[in-house]
């Protein structure tokens, strides 16, 4: 819970940061555009000065390399430590957290799988990720209302949601009788730092972030939205037994070799 709060923290911190960074690039940019053109215009003229020019441009894309470096390993979560996860167990585990996390007037309901299948997931990541769902999900109903937490078990064909691969996933998903998404922020969603909400609140990094986990684990995620209504976001996990772990995503057997 602790990690948790600080990496709700962090996010927020992330967000507050986010249009000083934007604002430095920029200043970056300036001298790496100012200098190539200096030096495209005085190409006849020294040597010496053409040069000079030529070298603040590159000291300028140099820093600028560096902050968004800075800024990457910020924003990247922890390495992924796979473990076999019972998702509906985990859902169940965070009730708690969640209460405290959204407030009194967000009412959760909860449908776990009494048999759901195994993954072979980082379960501090998926916490992340469904805390992070449900305090979009919060939200995007103003901070009251209902909304739902589900597990279940999918058969899904080649790419009936996203990229996904066909095969058997668990399926977590967060349903809210929010605003819903506009086909153009639906569109955009999972882009790192697209956010709709003002400066210091929203990060853009929640729906990016639980993109990656999903896709690193060998899944997918979906989002189905309908202006006025609400919105459901669900992470696909593919189905894992211990004995089966020939079914990870390639990405993940690399993960599981270094470790
Ligand atoms: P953030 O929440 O910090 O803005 P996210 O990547 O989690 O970043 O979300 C990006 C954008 O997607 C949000 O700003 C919002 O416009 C939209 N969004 C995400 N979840 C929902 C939701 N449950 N309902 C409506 N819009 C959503």
């Avoid at 001298?31 to 053109?37: A, H, K, T």
């Avoid at 390993?73 to 019972?86: I, N, Y």
């Avoid at 759901?116 to 919060?138: C, F, G, K, M, S």
């Avoid at 309908?226 to 211990?242: E, H």
């Amino acid at each position: 819970a602790e990690a948790q709060l600080r990496q709700v923290q962090k996010m927020e911190a992330v967000g507050q940061l986010t249009g000083g960074i934007a604002h430095d690039f920029n200043n970056m940019l300036a001298v790496v555009v100012g200098g190539i053109d200096l030096a495209r215009r005085r190409l006849n003229g020294p040597r010496r000065e053409v040069l000079n020019h030529l070298n603040n441009a590159m000291e300028g894309a140099t820093r600028a390399a560096a902050l968004t470096r800075r800024l990457l390993s910020f924003a990247r979560s922890e390495p992924l430590l796979p473990e076999r996860v019972d998702s509906s167990e985990l859902v169940a585990g965070m009730s708690d957290l969640l209460d405290r996390t959204l407030g009194e007037r967000i009412h959760i309901e909860v449908g776990l799988a009494p048999d759901a299948w195994p993954t072979y997931v980082d379960p501090h990541q998926l916490e992340n990720a469904i805390v992070n769902l449900a305090v979009n999900a919060r939200d995007a109903m103003e901070g009251e209302g209902a909304m739902r937490i589900t597990t279940s078990n999918v058969t899904l064909a080649a790419n009936e949601v996203g990229d996904v691969r066909p095969g058997e996933y668990v399926r977590i998903s967060v349903t809210d009788t929010g605003c819903g998404m506009t086909p153009e922020v639906m569109e955009r969603a999972f882009e790192p730092f697209f956010t709709t909400k003002p400066v210091g609140k929203g990060t853009g990094l929640g729906l990016s972030q639980i993109f990656g986990f999903a896709h690193q684990s060998g899944g997918e995620v979906g989002i189905e939205s309908q202006m006025g209504k609400g919105t459901t976001v669900s992470i696909y996990l593919p189905r894992t037994d211990a004995e089966d772990r020939v079914r990870l995503h390639p990405a993940m057997q690399r993960m599981d070799n270094e470790a």
